[in-house]
């Protein structure tokens, strides 16, 4: 493919509400943002993606978006947002914006013209429907955040369609002057100099059957929305002509429902985006229906098997986004090793195993820093309204509450979003007043002032990693060689070889608390990063060492 600037680049997901307060009202703010712009120079980041900062109720922390031309007041002023695209173009970074158009948020004013009565001039701006004979709900769709998807208005007398929350209507893309109103919104914002957008739940945005019932997943006879329907493309093509295309934008599509044979279609030299977020590596523990309570058994196999699928089709279309954590996922830790095994060697082996794929790497804020999950001990203590209904889901499903509680806290959204830990100070050093989430006490031992200053910190191995990829000898193989998967059915270790121009770089990490003992396709010549001292080789064999990752250069 041909080669673009963003291919080498490093991506820093800043979850905005909970990064840094400056102004000590308990909710991280843009001048925080911007306060930290050196330690992730430092880090060697390229791109912040910023999730939403736009006005909102927040009901969903800004994914329901109020006014899409102003800035949130909790987080500052459109002055502010200004500041940080100029003060990071200095630093040499580029900020990505979160671009949520599938939906608004019910307090948008096209909602509540929309929602007026029949006849205004935003009337089918959303999706209207009336009421079954009975008055009940048109069909029996489920949405994301539970619930039916469908939501009764009295002024108009019918439902309107939400496929996350009742308060995050969706818009009706069939509608010409909404794309319009989009597209003008979307250039306005790429005008000002941002690099592109992280693109919201985008897959959602064609309904077709959204008004016939459907096969249920659920004992109460609800079925989950479905993304990715037939018809989509249309939209998604229109929407890359009249925006991105005209800016060069870099765009990161969140896009689930996409099956592998599509990919081309969706980031092919022609696709609609630079990239697209999946889900099947970081959704192994979960089933179809999206019930975190129903977890799923998994092992590493299913884990190389989703990893190696979506690379063989990357080597020959296009571009991936690389990622284990964001603000919708529990921490990697605590997902891919046992906590017994929790630690600066563990954490740098995952950041080893997905940094060195072919793609473009994300990391989610602290993830540098090795944070972990909350343990909160009631459900009062959670603010995500996702992890409050699946809590009731699973209640109401019969699981004893206590287990209920478990179950969920494994899964909910908020472990990803306490406060970035910054120093030991009170909260993290977060904010001087009362979080709006209570950190981790673990930021006691976990934070940025120690990392830091320790040279083999978690974070000096990933502004190695980042180093590599960036300005190395081995930057052109790591960026644009192919993937190529070895030892596929080893149990416990994953490796995987970058290939370019006859040049072969392997990866290979243990998941193991064992020794492991391997034999390698290639003569290991030159180690070019581990996380350990040392890495035991004698010809093609080495013997890796429990959580061992290691990459060397081959002939
Ligand atoms: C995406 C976001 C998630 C949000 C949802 C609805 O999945 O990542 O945080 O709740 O879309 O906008
Ligand atoms: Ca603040």
Redesign the pocket.
């Given at each position: 493919m041909t080669q673009k600037w963003w291919q080498d680049a490093v991506v820093y997901q800043v979850y905005p509400k909970s990064f840094q307060d400056s102004n000590g009202d308990g909710i991280g703010d843009l001048q925080g943002v911007i306060q930290k712009l050196d330690y992730l120079q430092d880090l060697g980041i390229r791109i912040i993606w910023l999730s939403p900062v736009y006005a909102s109720p927040m009901d969903?922390n800004g994914?329901d978006i109020s006014d899409y031309r102003a800035i949130a007041a909790e987080f500052g002023t459109m002055a502010d947002m200004e500041e940080l695209l100029t003060e990071a173009k200095m630093r040499g970074m580029e900020i990505l914006m979160d671009l949520?158009i599938n939906?608004s948020s019910d307090e948008h004013a096209w909602f509540q013209e929309s929602r007026q009565n029949r006849t205004n001039s935003k009337h089918d701006w959303y999706i209207w429907c009336d009421p079954r004979e009975d008055g009940t709900e048109p069909n029996n769709l489920r949405s994301i955040f539970g619930g039916s998807c469908w939501e009764f208005d009295e002024a108009r007398g019918q439902y309107y369609f939400h496929s996350?929350s009742k308060k995050?209507p969706d818009l009706n893309w069939e509608n010409p002057e909404v794309r319009k109103a989009l597209y003008d919104m979307i250039n306005w914002w790429l005008e000002k100099g941002i690099a592109g957008f992280r693109v919201?739940?985008i897959t959602f945005i064609k309904k077709n059957d959204h008004y016939a019932d459907v096969v249920p997943d659920a004992p109460d006879g609800t079925a989950v929305v479905k993304p990715n329907n037939p018809g989509i493309g249309e939209f998604l093509m229109e929407l890359k002509q009249e925006t991105f295309d005209r800016y060069d934008a870099l765009t990161v599509a969140?896009a689930p429902g996409v099956p592998l044979e599509q990919m081309p279609e969706f980031v092919g030299e022609e696709g609609y985006f630079s990239m697209l977020i999946e889900f099947d590596h970081v959704d192994l523990d979960i089933d179809e229906s999206g019930r975190w309570y129903r977890l799923q058994d998994w092992n590493l196999l299913d884990f190389k098997r989703a990893i190696a699928g979506s690379q063989e089709m990357i080597n020959r279309i296009g571009w991936s986004a690389l990622y284990l954590e964001n603000?919708?996922q529990p921490r990697s830790l605590n997902k891919f090793i046992p906590e017994a095994d929790h630690g600066v060697r563990t954490a740098k082996l995952l950041a080893v195993t997905y940094f060195l794929l072919r793609g473009t790497p994300f990391i989610y804020q602290g993830q540098e820093l090795g944070m972990t999950n909350v343990s909160y001990t009631s459900i009062e203590d959670y603010n995500d309204l996702s992890t409050i209904d699946q809590y009731q889901a699973a209640v109401r499903e019969g699981i004893a509450e206590e287990e209920a509680f478990a179950l969920v806290a494994r899964r909910s959204r908020d472990n990803s979003r306490t406060p970035m830990q910054w120093s030991e100070e009170q909260h993290g050093g977060f904010s001087s007043g009362h979080p709006w989430l209570a950190a981790n006490p673990n930021y006691a031992i976990i934070n940025a002032e120690q990392a830091v200053s320790d040279e083999a910190s978690i974070f000096h191995f990933y502004k190695q990693l980042t180093a590599l990829r960036r300005a190395s000898p081995y930057k052109e193989i790591l960026v644009h060689g192919t993937f190529e998967h070895v030892n596929e059915h080893h149990p416990y270790v994953f490796s995987y070889k970058r290939i370019l121009r006859g040049k072969v770089v392997m990866v290979i990490c243990s998941f193991s608390a064992k020794s492991e003992k391997l034999k390698l396709p290639h003569n290991p010549v030159v180690r070019i990063i581990g996380n350990d001292e040392k890495t035991e080789a004698e010809g093609r064999k080495i013997t890796l060492k429990p959580y061992e990752a290691v990459v060397f250069e081959c002939e």
């Open positions: 969903d994914y949520v939906h996350f995050q919201d739940a969140e603000h919708d």
